[in-house]
């Protein structure tokens, strides 16, 4: 007889796996604690990492959210660690950037919130900027106005300077809405450019992305990558820290572990070679690895150095000369 099991469908395979992610983000009670939003001078910059992706930018005196995630689960899926800020302990949010639909980026409870108390604070709700196609999703949830951006696209939007930066991802929230976009985006402001490279997996983007903006600040995603067929949309450490060297920023912060089970490695094991990539290169001191509400300040007017790196990058099996 046939083994059934063994040659079951796609989807019965993506839906088994979803359940076991499931059973394993309710196995142990959520980590962390949220703390008070640390606010930045007027000549500073500061980011602020909030859990998954979603950071808090303090930038040309605006307050910045990007893929803002409050909420305690996704659906059935259980973030494993709590938001490191509380939304109505925050001050008034200018402007949100939303990098793609998908659910742990995209979370509609989470904005909501974040414009009620924008009109609490403040009487004015944030404008919000999507990538193309991905408008309709949230043009009825009370954003004083809706920007949809492509690749490369350039807008000043309350009063900096964004520019949507494309990656190696997918955009569809559900099946079969493939005609959403996707991409990161690169927000500048008193001589400091932060760079959000929105989920991704190694491509030859990121030289250009640094050839074109020359970002400061990198924050780059480091799980979900195991089995190695997720790496065909996400990238491993090792390839994210290659990936923020090609961008020549000078400090990276990275993103997307540590929050939801996504990928079938080990919680802490994305931290743990991303250390271990950075201490071979000599560039352990460029790497910010931030707790949850942690705020790391970068001076707006500061001339940061970029040194260039002749280096070897290990990926999973292979190795990357450049």
Not at 10 to 37: C, I, N, W, Y
Not at 156 to 180: E, F, N, S
Not at 295 to 312: E, I, Q
């Amino acid at each position: 007889m046939p083994d059934l099991w063994r040659n079951r469908p796609f989807v019965v395979t993506k839906l088994h796996q979803m359940v076991k992610l499931v059973q394993e983000s309710h196995a142990e009670p959520m980590k962390g604690d949220s703390r008070a939003l640390e606010m930045v001078g007027e000549r500073e910059i500061g980011v602020t990492f909030i859990g998954h992706s979603s950071f808090l930018l303090q930038i040309g005196g605006r307050n910045v959210l990007v893929d803002p995630v409050f909420a305690t689960r996704l659906v059935v899926l259980r973030r494993q660690r709590r938001p490191g800020l509380i939304v109505k302990e925050m001050p008034a949010i200018d402007l949100v950037l939303i990098t793609h639909a998908h659910m742990d980026h995209l979370n509609l409870p989470s904005l909501r919130k974040v414009i009620r108390a924008a009109k609490r604070l403040r009487g004015v709700a944030p404008e919000v900027v999507v990538p193309k196609g991905v408008e309709d999703l949230v043009a009825r949830l009370g954003f004083a106005r809706v920007h949809g951006m492509e690749w490369w696209q350039e807008s000043i939007v309350q009063g900096l300077q964004v520019t949507m930066t494309p990656c190696k991802h997918w955009g569809a929230r559900m099946l079969r809405d493939t005609h959403r976009g996707y991409g990161g985006y690169c927000v500048s402001a008193g001589g400091v450019s932060v760079y959000h490279s929105g989920d991704t997996a190694y491509f030859e983007g990121f030289k250009e992305v640094g050839e074109r903006l020359r970002p400061d600040v990198a924050l780059m995603p480091i799980g979900a990558y195991f089995p190695d067929a997720y790496r065909a949309v996400h990238t491993s450490p090792e390839e994210a820290v290659r990936g923020f060297v090609e961008t020549g920023a000078e400090l990276m912060v990275p993103m997307h572990f540590g929050t939801f089970q996504l990928g079938r490695e080990p919680m802490g094991e994305p931290v743990q070679r991303l250390q271990a990539e950075a201490e071979r290169l000599g560039i352990a001191d460029r790497v910010r690895v931030l707790e949850e509400g942690e705020t790391m300040r970068v001076a707006a007017l500061d001339s940061l150095t970029r040194p260039v790196t002749d280096a070897t990058f290990a990926g999973n099996d292979v190795s990357y000369g450049l």
